[in-house]
């Protein structure tokens, strides 16, 4: 059984920092890419971050690039979403995810077959 397990959510003021969390079971984790993906009340769920071992260089979002940083422990199964200089926008519940065949189109929520429960995040002003 897959399981994809995202922890490190949590309260913060803006300006600040967390880092979330996403360990995999039950997949041949180097074969997948895993993406970050966000949703706020009342909005799309969004494609935050990717990283695969197929692909040199992660993705990220326009709205996020400078300030998260996504990384991946093959040792540990585990991918992190280092968050910074978080702003009341980035307020969402944050999901990991699994895609086999990508990362082609990595910010297409569809294209992902495993999917983690989700931490929520909350950026106070």
């Known amino acids: 059984e897959v399981q994809l397990v995202e922890s490190g959510g949590g309260l913060v003021q803006a300006g600040g920092s967390l880092r979330l969390s996403c360990a995999a079971s039950?997949?041949?984790?180097?074969?997948?890419?895993i993406g970050w993906f966000r949703q706020a009340p009342g909005k799309e769920r969004e494609g935050v971050s990717c990283i695969s071992s197929r692909h040199g260089s992660p993705y990220y979002a326009d709205s996020v690039k400078g300030r998260f940083t996504i990384s991946s422990d093959n040792a540990k199964n585990t991918v992190y979403l280092q968050m910074n200089n978080l702003k009341p926008e980035d307020t969402a519940v944050y999901y990991c995810?699994?895609?086999?065949?990508?990362?082609?189109?990595?910010?297409?929520?569809?294209?992902?077959?495993?999917w983690g429960q989700g931490t929520q995040v909350t950026v106070s002003s």
């Open positions: 039950g997949l041949t984790f180097d074969d997948y890419a």
């Open positions: 995810a699994a895609d086999l065949y990508g990362p082609t189109g990595w910010d297409t929520p569809l294209l992902y077959e495993y």
